[in-house]
């Protein structure tokens, strides 16, 4: 059974501090790797997409891989209240489906 | 990034109607889109994978004949719950693949009576 994992939450960052999102994958072979931002009552919203070892950002957030450890983490710098949400990390292994976690709901305090 | 739109937005029937859920990608084609569920608190649960001209492939425990799905081109899919009962209330999202991204559409909120 392939899984990803994540920490339900909430987690409570103060406003410009740097919220740390994580998220773990069971399948070493998976190939691509998702963060969604999800707003209450919404859908999800693609933020980031990472494919390869290291680090890619893109404004304030980055998504750092590490497959050797089967893990992903989001970094968000400067965050804003506006950032409060659930966020969503998604992986495919060996065929398009997406593996969602459960999701961890994120709190930027103002 | 890629647009995908759901029609209609929500929709409230009674118990033993069935509902038609739209989904498109306006600004690329999507030989595959993919049809989700989500209940109150809980994390998206993918009911079927739909490709363009061809039938479906459902979830297990996701029943084909309550949950019709047709791709009838690169950019429409549709989903159908027949004979709707309340326990089918949920938030149906649908998702378009521009491989290997999906872009999700605003989702459809599903109320039966």
């Known amino acids: 059974q392939k899984e990803v994992e994540q920490n339900s939450g909430p987690l409570s960052v103060p406003e410009g501090a740097i919220a740390s999102l994580n998220c773990t994958y069971s399948d070493r072979g998976s190939q691509s790797f998702f963060w969604y931002r999800q707003y209450s009552g919404k859908s999800p919203e693609l933020i980031m997409s990472?494919?390869?070892?290291g680090d890619k950002e893109d404004g304030r957030f980055t998504a750092q891989l590490n497959k050797a450890s089967q893990y992903v983490s989001l970094l968000i710098r400067d965050s804003q209240p506006s950032d409060s949400a659930t966020y969503l990390c998604a992986v495919t292994s060996g065929t398009y489906k997406y593996i969602f976690g459960t999701g961890t709901r994120l709190k930027v305090l103002a | 990034g890629a647009v995908v739109s759901q029609h209609p937005s929500w929709v409230i029937c009674k118990s033993g109607t069935s509902v038609k859920i739209e989904c498109r990608s306006l600004?690329?084609?999507?030989?595959?889109m993919f049809w989700y569920r989500q209940f109150p608190k809980q994390s998206l649960m993918l009911m079927a994978t739909?490709?363009?001209?061809?039938?479906?492939?459902?979830e297990q425990g996701v029943e084909k004949d309550k949950f019709l799905i047709n791709h009838a081109s690169l950019t429409l899919s549709t989903l159908t719950v027949t004979s709707a009962h309340p326990e089918d209330s949920s938030f149906y999202i649908c998702?378009?693949?521009?491989?290997?991204?999906?872009?999700f559409g605003p989702g459809t909120r599903l109320t039966v009576l």
């Open positions: 739909s490709n363009e001209g061809s039938k479906a492939t459902y």
């Open positions: 990472i494919y390869s070892n």
């Open positions: 600004d690329f084609q999507a030989t595959t």
């Open positions: 998702s378009a693949r521009t491989s290997p991204e999906q872009f």
